[in-house]
T-cell receptor, first 110, second 113 residues
Framework: TQLLEQSPQFLSIQEGENLTVYCNSS?????LQWYRQEPGEGPVLLVT?????EVKKLKRLTFQFGDARKDSSLHITAAQTGDTGLYLC??????????FGKGTKLSVKP | DVKVTQSSRYLVKRTGEKVFLECVQD?????MFWYRQDPGLGLRLIYF???????EKGDIPEGYSVSREKKERFSLILESASTNQTSMYLC????????????FGQGTRLTVV
């Protein structure tokens, strides 16, 4: 069974701090996606990483795919209150569906 | 812009009722999915479909069925609603098999009383 484990489950920080969220698996994934979900809304895709070792930047967000394509991380620099939300990682399952981690709930306080 | 629309944001139904949740996408995507999301359990796949009239069971299909008569529409049916089906239901679509990035609807918060 392919599983994605995210850590931490909850994170509460002050505005301006840096943070890293992790997504780990014992399985190899052809790609991993990161989504952000705000309360009462559906998840929205942030990025897809495909190549082992790949690093992608989206403004203050940096995404990394592990060399073995079993793990990924999301780093946020100088967090803002607008970054508050649930961050989900997801990877392609063997049936072509998406497998999701349970998410990291981030709260950024002013 | 990519658009996945779920028919209701909030629904309240009684135990034993038959419930229909509708989802429409306007992107000509091949694949459509139904998930439920519960605190501490994350997103769990109920059913998915690769093509019209095709359906595949996900991880938790019990108590649910689906219908895909047209490419753009994927319906989730709760045959006899129960309180343990109270949840947030999310519909998603993706362009084709192997292209796994998903586009989600806004979700339906279903409460069964």
């Amino acid at each position: 069974t392919q599983l994605l484990e995210q850590s931490p489950q909850f994170l509460s920080i002050q505005e301006g701090e840096n943070l890293t969220v992790y997504c780990n698996s014992s399985s190899v994934f052809s790609s991993l996606q990161w989504y952000r979900q705000e309360p009462g809304e559906g998840p929205v895709l942030l990025v897809t990483v495909v190549t082992g070792g790949e690093v992608k930047k989206l403004k203050r967000l940096t995404f990394q795919f592990g060399d073995a394509r079993k793990d990924s991380s999301l780093h946020i620099t100088a967090a803002q209150t607008g970054d508050t939300g649930l961050y989900l990682c997801a990877g392609a399952g063997s049936q072509g569906n998406l497998i999701f981690g349970k998410g990291t709930k981030l709260s950024v306080k002013p | 812009d990519v658009k996945v629309t779920q028919s209701s944001r909030y629904l309240v139904k009684r135990t034993g009722e038959k419930v229909f949740l509708e989802c429409v996408q306007d992107m000509d995507h091949e694949n459509m999915f139904w998930y439920r999301q519960d605190p501490g359990l994350g997103l769990r796949l109920i059913y998915f479909s690769y093509d019209v009239k095709m359906k595949e069971k996900g991880d938790i299909p019990e108590g649910y069925s689906v219908s895909r008569e047209k490419k753009e529409r994927f319906s989730l049916i709760l045959e006899s609603a129960s309180t343990n089906q109270t949840s947030m239901y999310l519909c998603a679509s993706s362009p084709q098999t192997g292209y796994t990035e998903a586009f989600f609807g806004q979700g339906t918060r279903l409460t069964v009383v």
